[in-house]
């Protein structure tokens, strides 16, 4: 298998720790509300708005699509117009408190360019199978079925067993202990995987797993799931680059802060928010007035719910306006 987030905090060592973290904000510091700044470069238009190579975004899944799907989803795109995927995200999508919203996306073929859209959207339930290995410290019986790398199994299943194992160590930092999750942390047949062509599923041909010095225990099973199935628009912008980024930097700047109104007090928010150091403004609840002034200049406070409603950290991010002498990002932490 090759190298593997898996992999490198396996050997992470607890040595590195206090020089990694130091100068990290601790879990609690933050106050409930940090807005975060910085001045993006728009002289000339990029990645995460211009995909110079749309096949290297990933599918919302654990094990990608092939390269050949993706280039067959991109042929349909730009000989019609339009083209339905599901699990591809090829218009980007930022965190806006508990919903997402689309970024502006432009593909460039042949020297034209184009921007793409989400025309419809839909959410679809389906049973798939999944697998799913969970770390244990049991050490396996003499008779148990135990495999080790090279596994053996076909292209596909490799993928998916590579995948499951990854999925274990998905939300551990290196230094923190071992991640908790509420449930297994499984990979999903989609529809490109073939699961009646699948050796582990329904039930593996072994009991455990040894990897790295260390054992899993595999399991397969059947679930409903909500997959989501976007139809994607194309419409031709430019020929030329010049009046691409002209396009696109007019798309991507949602509004002209000079035209706001602003008070002194929000200035000063937006104006923290943007300072070198620490580049971020906080406040505890209620937020000041100016805080609020601030966040309905960026579009934020009409879609700001009252900081008890939410369970959980939420972002409200990439909020792209003109501000002062150029463009400005914005990202609203919102921590309860």
């Known amino acids: ?41 728009l002289s000339s238009i990029g990645r995460p708005y211009l995909w110079p190579d749309p096949t290297a975004v ?55 360019f184009h921007e793409v859209r989400i025309a419809e959207e839909r959410r679809l339930e389906l049973e798939r199978w999944h697998l799913a290995v969970e770390r244990t410290d049991e050490t396996p019986p003499d008779d148990a079925t135990v495999a080790k790398p090279p596994f053996g199994l076909s292209a596909q299943d490799e993928r998916v067993l590579d995948a499951a194992l990854d999925a274990v160590y998905a939300g551990h930092d290196g230094f923190l202990g071992d991640p908790e999750f509420d449930e297994r942390q499984t990979v999903e047949y989609h529809h490109e995987l073939d699961a009646a062509a699948s050796a582990l599923v329904p039930s593996p041909p072994f009991a455990f797993v040894e990897y790295e010095g260390e054992y899993f225990r595999p399991a397969a099973e059947r679930r409903t799931v909500e997959v989501p199935e976007w139809t994607y628009a194309l419409s031709e912008i430019a020929e030329g680059r010049s009046r691409f980024e002209e396009y696109a930097r007019a ?47 960026l579009g934020v406070a009409g879609d700001l719910r009252p900081i008890g409603e939410y369970d959980d950290r939420v972002d409200f991010r990439n909020v792209v306006v003109d501000y002062r002498d150029g463009p400005c990002r914005f990202h609203l932490i919102v921590s309860p």
Not at 17 to 25: Q, R, Y
Not at 63 to 73: I, L, N, P
Not at 99 to 111: K, Q
């Open 1 to 41: 298998m090759p190298c593997s987030r898996r992999r490198a905090l396996h050997l992470l060592g607890a040595a590195g720790a206090t020089v990694a973290t130091a100068g990290c904000l601790s879990p609690g510091s933050l106050d409930s509300y940090a807005l975060v700044g910085d001045e993006p470069d």
């Open 251 to 297: 798309a991507i700047v949602e509004r002209d802060l000079g035209d706001a109104g602003l008070s002194d007090a929000a200035q000063g928010v937006l104006d923290d928010a943007l300072a070198e150091e620490p580049r971020r403004y906080e406040e505890g609840d209620p937020p000041s007035d100016a805080l609020v002034d601030a966040l309905d200049a």
């Open 58 to 112: 990933d599918a919302a899944t654990r094990v990608d699509f092939a390269t050949e799907t993706k280039e067959a989803y991109l042929s349909a795109l730009f000989e019609t117009g339009s083209v339905t995927v599901r699990q591809w995200p090829l218009v980007g999508r930022d965190s806006w408190g508990t919903e997402t919203r689309p970024r502006p996306t432009f593909l460039e073929r042949d020297g034209t």
